[in-house]
């Protein structure tokens, strides 16, 4: 199966709130799936749809060490994050080339309609907390360097654009 490609940045897509999912049709399955090509070609640990140009808030993460254990989510919301901080290089292959250190909490509960269209929730740790919230940023119009210092994040995008240059 193919994707449709990854918008680069500064793709207007990655800069707006996705559009929430009224319900969960076999179109929205198709691009969950479609999406988890894309997450595993990159290869990745989650990916948010607006990552494909698509303005719907759809995301994927499996972070898992074997894959195929992908839990697909829409409209996810944060409710709880735990006090303790967790370090992860994070990128993007919407901005490719370039990572950075991001801080976020180290678990997570999760809130979010699951591909039968039910509430689920979920409690994710570690690297499956770090992809949720990264996700989450994306469903959110945020990138992970706007989670960073102005000078972090300057030089961020000022090596990313000499990439695109090169």
Known sequence: MIHRPFVMW?????????????????????IWDEMIVAMDKMPGVGLAAPQLGLDMALAVVDASTER???????????????????????????????????????????????????????????????????QIDHLQGKMFFDRLTRMK??????KARKLQRD
């Open 68 to 134: 195929g254990k992908a839990i697909r989510m829409a409209n996810p919301e944060i409710l709880h994050s735990s006090t303790e901080l967790r370090d992860h290089e994070e990128g993007s292959p919407n901005l490719p080339g370039v990572w950075a250190k991001v801080t976020r909490p180290r678990a997570v509960t999760v809130r979010f309609l699951n591909a039968q269209g039910q509430w689920d929730r979920h409690d994710f740790v570690g690297l499956w907390a770090t992809s949720v919230q990264h």
């Open 10 to 30: 500064p793709h207007p897509a990655l800069r707006t709130k996705a559009a929430p999912v009224k319900e969960i049709t076999d179109d929205v399955r198709a």
């Open 153 to 158: 994040r300057d030089m961020i995008i000022k």
